[in-house]
């Protein structure tokens, strides 16, 4: 009976320990920048994070979705209750009309791979 109590104890603890994961909450997931003129070039959105798990959370790497789209993000790992962000610069220059980028977030997290949305519509520069 011991050994089966002692066997049980040790299981909780390791389950409790695969269950310990970082987690990246996203205060949103889209971004609309509305209209935008192609003349006044590059604009940005910072996307924040909060890491509500209770690992230290690691941003591994952010890939857009074109060489229009430049992410940039938090290098360090963001400890558990702190924030991070993730920041996204879209260029409009040659790009009239609606757009749709995508941002790959990954993470060391549960969830690998985290995807960020902007979007808009361009008008055209003047000529």
């Known amino acids: 009976m011991k050994r089966f109590i002692l ?6 603890t390791c389950s409790i ?3 310990a994961q ?13 209209t935008i003129k192609e003349a ?12 509500t798990g209770d690992k230290p959370l690691i941003i591994l790497d ?3 979705s074109c060489g229009c789209t430049r992410p940039s993000f938090s290098a360090k790992p963001i400890k558990p209750g702190k924030k991070g ?3 996204v610069t879209f260029s409009p220059i040659g790009r009239v009309g609606t757009f749709r980028k995508t941002v790959k977030v990954k993470t060391n997290c549960v969830e690998k791979v985290i995807s960020l949305v902007i979007t808009g519509s361009i008008i055209r520069k003047e000529q």
């Open 7 to 12: 066997l049980f104890f040790a299981l909780a």
């Open 17 to 19: 320990a695969i269950l």
């Open 22 to 34: 970082p987690q990246a909450t996203f205060k949103e997931m889209t971004y609309d920048f509305g």
């Open 40 to 51: 006044n070039g590059p604009v940005k959105h910072t996307f924040e994070l909060t890491n």
């Open 62 to 64: 952010a890939v857009a």
């Open 85 to 87: 962000k993730v920041e």
